[in-house]
């Protein structure tokens, strides 16, 4: 059955618009009927929700949220929104998708939507005291001076819900009690691999509760690319997650350009293979070296890096940059490649491979590290799927969710390569998951190096782009997950709403989930095996 | 069955003669003290030597495994002034006291553990004749003193009043107190050797081949246990759970600065210096010169070579040994240490002592 | 028995994986080291690719001339406000009135080296060079003044 005709027999006023993506718009007082029904359908459960997408359309608030079935793979967006601006209220859903529990925190953080049913309406990312919801349309940029002043968290968040006769009430939920031993992790600490914090609540060494708390490094970059054209807003995307810079901005590009209409040549699809492969290489490395780097291992550590450090010199070489290499264009890449680029990633993967062995003898064998991963952090693949923890870490726990297999873009649907499962969920599963991957990134860079053709590396685009207005998204298997973007448009030169997804607010939300009952050292190593970058979480 | 070796280096004739000097011109209550102030300043000076020395082995050995070369700036080419540039630079740092920590005994620390590892450190056989504490129970001596220091550690996590602090002095006095035991147990195999616990008779003893091979097996696995536990008591990698920087920041002493964060850490590597020594000491024969039974040329040879040579020698060969696998494997959890030590290493230990007893008792040993 | 049998089991491949793991740091600990001595290596192997973005620069030739026409397209392309183009409405020698640049002011301070004002330019007036070493003491110093003094508009302006 169509997802249209499914949509329409649980409601049938509901409308389409197909400017775009295509987008259900269901009214909020049928929303959730819609949800459920779509969340527990038999044959074709939509059981995993991509992103919440809040959104100020001016007259009215709203959310959109994007689905995905584990088992078709087939997506639809749902669009509800309300027109009460002062007093937004919209049904929660995070008793159907685990991952809305945080997703609706970001949607109550930037438009002031009150989620009736979320037991944890705190703001995620921006202080207690924030005056005002940023992400709307109204919001004053003048209302919210720079504050030096200490702030406490709260230990109590309030949750609102729908009474029977339909009057909205809120209640207290306590986080923390006074008698819990609450440790700080973050947010400077050696091991949160970024400014992140974590208020662990522990029983001597075992873990009872863990509370992440973000926003230390937020720089407001969705905010930022509602006043910057489209070309502009590439430049922060390398800013998310710098460990997949390639990817990131391959997926702004691919939905710029999908938008726009623009055709980009071969030979530019197979240089973003490459370059996203070798990011992909370059991420898990470090992935490794600072795995073992929690555990304590130092030496290791310095493998990794030492062969990273030849993916950056590739790097530097054609895009002149090592981290935020600036590479992908809207119509292609900035520059050609550099025509030692195809012997020296050949001679690259030659050594990388070569090597490799070093890295499994002196870590993934060794009796310690089997001790302290195998077991530890077991993530089951229903709350996988639920909690949205897509990558390697969804792999892990046998939810295949390959975005190059599944939605095949640029060149993936024609090379050939295995996507990576286990079905542990444990640490060394995520591990693995990774250390594998290396090598069929290396597969697919062999299949393409020598095969590059001939042409343009970059088509010819419009001084100033315009987008035809309408709701665009595209999302790539960037180095830890699932990244997607979501563009509204208005026809300007610069996007209505450009939003990203974070491949690593899914994982930070999991760790509660995936440390509860471990000691405090596992707490360390499943942070490291979940592998999260922390620029992207904030934005 | 004792072989008489040549003993060129006896340093006993020397501090008799000072002794006796001394006594000349002074009540021998004075001498006495004169001479203990000297002792007391030669090894105080030797531990900060060494301390720097260690230090610098380890920043170059730890480069080395991890392909790098190390401090190669303050001081040339080799970066050899690197550590005592530091050893200045914590010196003139600030010393922070907490408002809400138990000032005394946050205080009282940092002395407490140096003080476990300075008296330890005076028990090692230097030389012949340069013991300085010499007793007949020597052995027993050195293993009570190092038990001050884990008491110094608890103190220290739990006077600074931070919650880092305190996970870490807990599992600091939960491992180091289990691993006594495997020390106890393997220090006790080797006494069964021995038949002493005086520390330089048990030198004397081995003139005529070290223990590790008059003992064979169960010397080279007592060797090997000791090993382990000896360095779980040094606090050192992978054991270093108290200190743990990648969860815990700095463990126990996270709350500490200048010159008493400078007194955990002199304590942590002389420790190191420690364990081995006496890992050099007890299966390694001490300063005793390397001797095969029968060889006498090679032998006489052998006694050449100065008794704080092969001290030192034997000394920095296990100190790299435990750098080696410090700077190899990841740190273990708690609760796996735990388990290593009461499921692998204590039950190994016993079996290793009673094998032990059976070879003494039955003349099995050389 | 077969419990016992699993305990020695686990405790041989234990000691066998850590040895396995010493001969590993060992071997790399004979192999040379990998560490880059800069600045010592600044005339020997240190290597800057021809790509590398460390700083913008305008091109003049050996006349002092550059190709900037103060279009300021580079301005509006620059997402950071990092350019500001200060021109001057002049006549030139038939009389034309012409935009001419008085200043080209680049604040290396908040450039993240997008290399868009590149893009944009429609003269190749400016490019990215390699000279990396942009350590100041002050953050005035990072406010650069791009185009030379006394530089003019090269006359063949052609790319």
């Not at chain 2, 007949?136 to 050195?142: C, K, Y």
């Not at chain 3, 040895?19 to 240190?46: A, C, D, W």
């Not at chain 3, 397209?73 to 020698?93: F, G, R, W, Y």
Request: charged share 20%; with cysteine; proline share 4%.
């Amino acid at each position: 059955m169509d997802i249209k005709e499914k949509i329409s027999a649980i409601y049938p006023d509901a409308s389409f618009s197909e400017q775009g993506d295509l987008l259900a718009i269901i009214p909020a007082e049928h929303f959730r009927e819609v949800a459920e029904k779509l969340r527990y359908d038999n044959e074709d459960p939509m059981d995993y929700l991509r992103d919440i997408v809040g959104m100020d359309w001016g007259e009215s608030l709203g959310t959109i949220y994007y689905l995905e079935s584990s088992r078709s793979y087939n997506r639809i967006a749902l669009k509800t929104f309300t027109t009460d601006r002062d007093n937004a209220y919209l049904p929660s859903v995070c008793d159907l998708w685990k991952t809305a529990e945080i997703k609706e925190r970001e949607v109550f953080d930037f438009f002031g939507i009150r989620f009736l049913g979320n037991p944890d309406m705190r703001r995620l990312y921006l202080r207690e005291n924030w005056i005002g919801f940023p992400l709307r349309k109204d919001y004053d940029m003048n209302s919210n001076p720079l504050d030096m002043e200490n702030e406490e968290n709260a230990d109590i968040t309030d949750e609102y819900y729908l009474n029977p006769d339909g009057t909205i009430a809120d209640k207290k939920n306590i986080i923390f009690n006074q008698k819990d031993f609450v440790v700080n992790i973050g947010p400077q600490h050696p091991s949160t691999h970024g400014v992140l914090r974590m208020r662990t609540s522990l029983d001597g060494e075992t873990i009872n509760k863990i509370d992440p708390i973000c926003g230390y490094i937020h720089r407001g970059i969705e905010k930022m690319n509602e006043s910057l054209t489209y070309p502009q807003t590439l430049a922060l995307t390398d800013r998310l997650d710098y460990l997949s810079a390639h990817q990131n901005r391959h997926a702004l590009c691919m939905c710029i350009e999908k938008a726009a209409g623009i055709e980009i040549s071969e030979r530019a699809q197979y240089i973003r293979t490459i370059m996203d492969e070798l990011q992909r290489i370059d991420s898990h490395l470090l992935f490794y070296s600072c795995l073992v780097m929690d555990m304590g291992g130092l030496t290791p550590f310095f493998y990794g890096f030492r062969e990273r450090e030849m993916i950056l010199d590739i790097f530097e070489e054609t895009t002149g940059g090592r981290l935020i290499q600036n590479y992908n264009m809207i119509g292609g890449v900035q520059a050609d490649i550099h025509p030692t680029f195809q012997n020296k990633v050949k001679a690259f993967i030659k050594h990388l491979r070569s090597v490799i062995k070093d890295y499994h003898d002196i870590f993934t064998d060794n009796v310690i590290a089997i001790n302290r991963l195998k077991g530890i952090g077991i993530l089951s693949k229903e709350d996988a799927i639920s909690l949205g923890t897509t990558g390697g870490t969804g792999r892990a726990s046998g939810w295949s969710n390959d975005v190059r297999k599944h939605h095949p873009y640029a060149l993936y649907d024609k090379v050939d390569f295995k996507e990576i499962v286990y079905n542990e969920g444990d640490s060394f599963a995520r591990y693995m998951v990774r250390m594998d991957e290396i090598m069929e990134s290396c597969h697919i860079i062999e299949q393409l190096i020598d095969n590059i053709p001939e042409g343009e590396f970059k088509v010819k685009t419009k001084p100033i782009l315009r987008i035809p207005e309408g709701t665009y998204s595209s999302a790539v298997e960037s180095s830890r997950g699932e990244f997607g973007v979501f563009l509204e448009s208005k026809g300007d030169k610069v996007p209505y709403r450009l939003h990203y997804r974070s491949t690593g607010l899914p994982l930070v939300h999991a760790m509660d989930t995936v440390c509860r009952g471990n000691k405090i050292a596992d707490l360390i190593a499943i942070g490291g095996s979940l592998d999260f970058v922390i620029p992207d979480i904030d934005r | 069955m004792k072989q008489a070796f040549l003993n060129y280096y006896d340093i006993t004739p020397v501090t008799t003669w000072i002794h006796e000097t001394l006594c000349s011109v002074m009540p021998e209550g004075l001498a006495i003290f004169l001479e203990s102030l000297a002792v007391g300043v030669i090894v105080l000076l030797m531990y900060a030597i060494l301390a720097i020395i260690l230090i610098y082995m380890e920043r170059k050995v730890c480069a080395a495994f991890q392909c790098r070369i190390g401090p190669n700036r303050v001081g040339g080419k080799g970066g050899l002034l690197q550590v005592p540039a530091d050893v200045i630079k914590i010196l003139t740092k600030e010393i922070i006291h907490l408002k809400r920590a138990d000032q005394l005994l946050y205080a009282l620390a940092p002395f407490l553990v140096i003080l476990a590892s300075i008296l330890t450190f005076s028990c090692l056989p230097w030389n012949n004749g340069a013991e300085i504490l010499h007793m007949n129970i020597g052995i027993l001596f050195v293993l009570a003193a190092s038990s001050i220091g884990i008491l110094g550690i608890l103190l220290a996590g739990w006077s600074s009043n931070s919650k880092y602090t305190m996970i870490g002095a807990v599992r600091s006095g939960a491992m180091l107190i289990s691993y006594e035991l495997s020390i106890g147990i393997t220090v006790l195999t080797m006494v069964m050797l021995s038949g002493t616990m005086d520390i330089q008779q048990i030198v004397y003893n081995q003139a005529d081949g070290w223990n590790i091979f008059k003992g064979h097996i169960p010397a080279i696995l007592a060797f090997v246990i000791y090993l382990i536990a000896g360095n779980a008591e040094a606090n050192r990698g992978p054991f270093d759970l108290a200190e743990a920087e990648q969860e815990l920041t700095a463990g126990y002493h996270t709350e500490y600065s200048g010159i008493h964060f400078g007194f955990f850490y002199l304590a942590e590597y002389l420790n190191l210096f420690i364990t081995s020594g006496i890992a050099a000491t007890l299966f390694l024969g001490g300063w005793m010169p390397l001797h095969i039974p029968g060889l006498d040329g090679f032998n006489a040879v052998m006694d050449y070579i100065p008794g704080i040579v092969w001290f030192l020698g034997k000394t920095f060969f296990v100190v790299f040994l435990l750098m080696w696998i410090k700077w190899t494997f990841p740190r273990l959890r708690i609760d796996q240490v735990l388990t290593l030590e009461w499921k692998y290493l204590m039950p190994l230990s016993l079996i290793v002592l009673v094998i032990m007893t059976a070879c003494v008792v039955f003349g099995l040993v050389f | 028995m077969n419990k016992f049998n699993k305990y020695i089991k686990g405790y041989i491949s234990g000691i066998k994986s850590l040895l396995i793991g010493m001969r590993t740091s060992m071997k790399v600990f004979l192999q040379p080291k990998v560490t880059e001595e800069y600045p010592e290596n600044r005339h020997t192997t240190l290597h800057i690719p021809e790509r590398h973005r460390a700083k913008l620069i305008m091109i003049h030739d050996e006349n002092n001339q550059h190709h900037c026409i103060a279009c300021g397209l580079c301005q509006n392309a620059c997402p950071n406000d990092t350019i500001k183009v200060i021109s001057e409405m002049k006549e030139d020698e038939d009389g034309k009135k012409k935009k001419v640049l008085v200043k080209y002011q680049y604040d290396l301070g908040s450039c993240m080296f997008c290399e868009l004002c590149v893009n944009a330019c429609p003269h190749g007036a400016i490019a990215f060079s390699n000279d990396f070493e942009n350590a100041v003491f002050e953050k005035d110093k990072l406010i650069l003044q791009l185009n030379n003094e006394g530089a003019t508009l090269a006359k063949n302006n052609k790319i």
